[in-house]
């Protein structure tokens, strides 16, 4: 049945591109009008972005709506969000995102990464830790979930029926309910027509109606979106260093036999001959932004290099590890290093890693541009250690002062990282 869908209403589009058609039958037109509870929770992931429009898609990631709020002028309706990434597609184009879209914007922009390893746009859910949809997360959106009792606090509100204005015509009505009504209560107003009008023109234009829940859920994400925008950002920052466990683990992942081993204790292992083991840590200061830190080491070496890389923008805690173990292995591959351990103190990315763990929210895109790279190394090794043996990288990514961009020592480190470095010697296994 699914085959014979796809090849009447949709075979050049996925399902949430498809239209209902001109003469749909009983069953398609039932699935075609479920698409729009997805797409309440569903976004584009991005990949290379020329299947993803800026205008019309929903894919800016950590908002409520997910889609652009800025206006869009002059802009092309069709531009694809690869317009916005430079010409080499390393990275976001600084001046163009400035000269189209809100600072808040901005920022989340500039948050998703541009991957190395060759992917293309998809769709993932943004309400499980999987990116995969599951019907029991749809329901709960759905139906509020935690955020029901909240959100029935304005959407049955009937405030604005109630505003004495004697008016023939509409136009004198708004003005009335705008005039009567407080600041909250007018950008309520003024999102529920934004809402209605934009259902209207899907119903007209696009021959797709939506559901009255699916229409108080627009207007309620943009009103959280915009108290969040305005609010400012919460939190207090933290070290990225969580999630923290005991037991140590290996994955050999490479070509070789297993080398090496994980950190006992709460001491520095030295590595074998011909192994340069890179210890990895990563810092997120709510606020101040994101620091990555690596340290190389080697049999006979008690320090080779170490590098750091600082941003302004704020990473959740596992992005900001695993961006650390990818920043080392990039650094040992340019050296030509092919028999490398890689330590971390975040037991969940170690763990992901060793599952070769699949799904579709952002962090596999990370994973799968590390485990793209264990193919440049004859024997690789991710190993788990405890937070006290991974010290010296957890100041590295802390280096003071905070300068944003890469710093990189390789004959004479800080004096602070040295003293790290002396300490794990003294103590090694």
């Known amino acids: 049945m699914a085959r014979v869908l796809k090849g009447k209403y949709f075979a050049d589009r996925d399902f949430l591109g498809a239209e209902l058609g001109s003469n749909p039958s009983y069953?398609?037109?039932?699935?075609?009008?479920?698409?729009?509870?997805?797409?309440?929770?569903?976004?584009?992931?991005?990949?290379?972005?020329?299947?993803t429009k800026v205008w019309l898609d929903p894919w800016i990631p950590n908002t409520q709506s997910r889609r652009v709020l800025s206006p869009r002028h002059h802009n092309n309706a069709s531009m694809k969000v690869a317009d916005l990434m430079t010409n080499d597609r390393t990275s976001w184009d600084d001046e163009?995102?400035?000269?189209?879209?809100?600072?808040?914007?901005q920022d989340r922009i500039k948050a998703i990464r541009i991957c190395d390893a060759q992917a293309v746009d998809d769709w993932c859910w943004d309400h499980t830790k999987d990116g995969q949809y599951s019907v029991k997360t749809a329901y709960h959106l759905l139906t509020g979930g935690e955020d029901a009792a909240e959100q029935s606090d304005w959407a049955r509100s009937k405030w604005m029926w109630k505003v004495e204005v004697r008016?023939?015509?509409?136009?004198?009505?708004?003005?009335?309910?705008?005039?009567?009504?407080?600041?909250?209560?007018?950008?309520?107003?003024?999102?529920?027509?934004?809402?209605?009008?934009?259902?209207?023109?899907?119903?007209?234009?696009?021959?797709?109606?939506?559901?009255?829940?699916?229409?108080?859920?627009?207007?309620?994400?943009?009103?959280?979106?915009?108290?969040?925008?305005?609010?400012?950002?919460?939190?207090?920052?933290?070290?990225?260093?969580?999630t923290r466990n005991a037991r140590s683990v290996e994955l050999d992942v490479g070509l070789g036999g297993r080398e090496g081993g994980s950190a006992g204790g709460g001491r520095w292992r030295r590595p074998g001959e011909g192994v340069v083991k890179i210890n990895t840590d990563a810092g997120v200061i709510e606020g101040v932004g994101t620091g990555l830190g690596v340290v190389a080491r080697t049999h006979g070496d008690s320090f080779a290099w170490a590098v750091t890389m600082q941003e302004r923008l704020t990473f959740d805690v596992k992005r900001a590890e695993a961006e650390a173990i990818f920043l080392g292995m990039k650094e040992v591959r340019s050296r030509g290093h092919t028999r490398i351990i890689v330590e971390s103190d975040c037991w969940s990315v170690i763990k992901d890693l060793q599952d070769k763990k699949k799904g579709r929210a952002d962090i596999f895109r990370i994973y799968d541009d590390i485990l793209s790279l264990c193919n440049s190394f004859i024997s690789l090794v991710f190993s788990f250690v405890r937070r006290e043996s991974n010290c010296v990288a957890h100041l590295v990514a802390h280096s003071s002062p905070w300068i944003v961009g890469r710093r990189f020592w390789s004959d004479e480190a800080p004096q602070h990282i040295v003293e790290a470095i002396s300490n794990d010697i003294n103590n090694m296994i």
């Open 96 to 105: 163009l995102l400035r000269g189209m879209f809100l600072p808040f914007e």
């Open 27 to 51: 069953t398609w037109r039932s699935i075609w009008e479920a698409k729009d509870v997805i797409l309440l929770g569903a976004r584009r992931r991005i990949g290379d972005g020329w299947s």
């Open 167 to 242: 008016a023939e015509r509409v136009r004198e009505w708004v003005e009335g309910v705008l005039r009567e009504g407080s600041e909250e209560e007018r950008m309520v107003f003024s999102l529920t027509c934004w809402a209605i009008w934009e259902c209207r023109n899907a119903a007209i234009f696009e021959g797709r109606g939506r559901f009255c829940e699916v229409v108080t859920r627009r207007v309620y994400d943009m009103l959280r979106e915009i108290n969040d925008t305005l609010g400012g950002r919460k939190g207090v920052g933290e070290a990225a260093s969580s």
